[in-house]
């Protein structure tokens, strides 16, 4: 199994955002981030050919980076995942990657620095972030038998900057 990590498109500012009262959670992309992101996501076909699964964060910017990456894969189905979610515990992922165990390459859009500790403890089996995703950035890992910390190998990091140039 392969494992695109990719981390949501800019965002509207946190202080900014939260002068409107509305629950962070609901913090959207920016027009940039949304147009940025969408060169990504080109990038990110031309480097995996297809998606069996796309998971997002419950989070309104990521799943609004989600449906801008379904859009470039023939639009294939999104699934909310709790496990994205910021602070959720990394084994809850895991469990639930497990469950795709017939999925040859899964998609999971989150945010810093969960999906960077995420991919440390399952190439390292480290529970810290060494790997820090930009945003819009995305990684592929693979595993050779079943998901567990420490047991994915990383093919390729590529920050948001690279994958537009891909893109072209």
Known sequence: MQL?????GDAVGREAFAETGE???LRPLTADGARKMERNARAL???VDTLDVLA???LLRAAQTARIVA????????TTVPALAPDSPLDDFVA???QRREAEVVAAVGHEPHLGTLVTWLVAGVEESRTPLRKGGACL??????????GARLHWALTPALLRLIAG
């Open 23 to 25: 629950d962070d959670a």
């Open 96 to 98: 639930w990657l497990r």
């Open 45 to 47: 076909r031309r480097a």
């Open 141 to 150: 890992l693979e595993f050779d038998g079943r998901p567990r910390p420490g």
């Open 4 to 8: 695109l990590v990719i981390r949501h």
């Open 71 to 78: 859009a470039a894969y023939d639009d294939v189905e999104i």
């Open 56 to 58: 997002a964060s419950p």
